[in-house]
């Protein structure tokens, strides 16, 4: 179990890089990006000399960036009068850690040269990495004339991230300096691929180990799901800090050894905010939330993180009416305690909440950040809905964000909208992954075959990797135009071309592509070559559609039986074996199954529709005639559409009826 905490856990923050390793002591407000202690170093380190508003005006422009507020801080970095090498690299920051990698490199490339140096560079660096850009960030690296041990790491730590472990170590070893956060940054590097024995060897490598070198190395057992190993490495620890004990806490939970966590929780001598936030929060998700509301009634002075921990985990679990009741109480609501609510409400489907509750929040001068606008995506099912909150992100200026942009994308394309999906991809300057994910889907799911391919292919051009799911997208196009050489080929290829293993949702693809094209017995052995783990009911019905589809009694009835036998109680088998025998004239059979059914109390659920019209939903049911305006319907689809779906050559199938 993957405990995800309210509260960020410290983990070797970029800037943290740029002082002293005899400084470097994570505290719980250390943030991925620029910290108050790093701001401190930049500031004092400068080599121009700043005037006080100008340093003054750096730490507003930090205070801003790390509480989500990049629209103010902007307009504050335009006011400035002066601005250094600390305020562009603050407001660079700014822009990255709130994923707007567009904005950070806009402002990176348009800032005076004067401005331009070590700082600033090895700034953008992270951010080019941590968005997946790393030959932009190789680019940058090798073009500067200086490095310190901050442009050092953070070309390593995005190889890291990238996953080019072998690039990583190289230029480690040529680094001229090093200090502890280098040695560290290894550490956890390793750690982070898997590479636990590395990662210890590297540890013991180390020429001076302090708390945070022995804490990450213990974090990275934790991460490999090492926990045993993980509480043996902190027994050996010459001394800890109230990080150190939070970490191991931390583990236990997630390895729900929930026991020793609050063991090792009251051994502490002392104890942080943080500490009793992670506790508790690791006891909701455990299960425990009787046991984590007394902890948190305990705790002697709540912080905001404490308070959104609480609420969070209530949302989480879907109890919303203790989640309000804290809510309430709350002395200062914060963009984690007002996105807590929505996400709770938005996971409900309840709208009306989320609208609600957006409204409050503005009304209280605090903005929607990306995370608040992706869970009103996740329930906007109506055009007017997805409009308003399209609107909104508009407004925010969030256009460009691009995991925001993904999940608007998505809502387009789940309420029928491909081509808004289309115009929005188009707009977006920066297209990861998901981004080309998103519009393959789109086209694919709504029938846009050709377009789902040409964007694969637009893709692979762009140097994207696709995953399991956008593959699974482009074999259903395949499918839909009788693709079927290219679908084998993309198909054979996913091993060893995209690293992908082979789930059941591309076996299913694959012999749906051959079902159609007649190719029935290369789907068979398609069936039978596959491990039996990944024989599902989707494989086993899209090999009885093609059974069905061409008349091959003897391939059905051995399936369906496969399927019935897999899903007992479920219908589907039963119908599609049923309808296979009544198209085949094997009446006896198909009366044999119907038998089967009743005996057994099997019911088919009734096929239904769905449209929206003037903002209210409309369900029609299969055989239902209990709808208002049932006359009117029947009378366009008597009148009306069977004439224009006839002529255009479609014949409806009784068995589907």
Known sequence: MKLKLPVSIPQLPPFSLLFPASKIVPTPRTSRCLSVSSLAYLINNNSTVSSKETQDYNIKLHHLGSHGQLQRARELFDEMAQRDAVSYATMINNYIKNHDIVNAEKLFLDMPDEARGIVVD????????????????????????????????????????????????????????????????????????GLINEAKKTFDQMPQKNVVAWTVMMKGYIENKMIDEALKHFSEMPYRNVYSWNVIILGCLEARRVEEAVQFF??????????????????????????????????????????????????????????????RLVPKRNIVTWNAMIQGYARLAQYDEVSEHLILMLRSCINPNDATIISILTCCHGMLELMQTHALIVKLGFEQYTSLTNALMTAYSRIGDPSSTHAIFQSLELKDTVSWKAMILACSSHGH???????????LKSGAKPDAITLVAVLTACCHVGLVQKGQKLFNSMSHAYGLDLKAE????????????????????????????????????????????????????????????????????????????????????????????????????????????????????????????????YEFLRDKLLPSMNEMGYSLDPLCL
């Open 506 to 633: 591309h076996y299913t693809c694959l012999i749906d592509i051959l079902g159609r094209a007649g190719r029935l017995q290369e789907a068979m052995q398609v069936f039978k070559n596959m491990p039996p783990s990944e024989q599902d009911t989707a494989v086993l019905g899209a090999l009885l559609s093609a059974s069905r589809l061409h008349g091959d009694v003897g391939t059905a009835n051995h399936v369906g039986t496969l399927l019935i036998d897999l899903e007992p109680t479920s219908s589907g088998g039963y119908v599609l074996l049923a309808n296979t025998f009544a198209a085949c004239g094997k009446w006896d059979e198909f009366a044999q199954i119907r038998k089967k059914m009743r005996e057994r109390r099997i019911k088919k659920a009734p096929g239904y529709s769905q449209i929206e019209v003037k903002g209210k939903s409309h369900l029609f049911f299969s055989g239902d005639k209990s709808h208002p305006q049932r006359e009117e319907i």
């Open 266 to 327: 009251n051994s502490m001598q002392t104890r942080n905010s943080i500490s009793w936030t992670v506790l508790v929060t690791g006891l909701a998700q455990n299960g425990l939330m009787k046991q984590a509301r007394e902890y948190f009634d305990r705790m002697p002075n709540k912080d905001a993180a404490a308070w959104n921990a609480m609420i969070t985990a209530y949302a989480a679990e879907g109890l919303m009416a203790d989640a309000q009741e804290l809510f």
């Open 122 to 193: 090895s700034a953008m660096i992270d951010g080019y990495a941590r968005a997946g850009r790393l030959e932009n960030a190789r680019v940058l690296f090798d073009e500067m004339p200086q490095r310190n041990v901050y442009s050092w790491t953070s070309i390593i730590h995005g190889y890291f991230i990238d996953g080019r472990v072998e690039e990583a170590a190289r230029h480690f070893d040529e680094m001229p300096v090093k200090n502890a956060v280098a040695w560290t940054n290894m550490v956890l590097g390793y750690a982070r691929n």
């Open 449 to 459: 075959s050709n377009n789902a391919l040409e964007a694969f292919a637009q893709m």
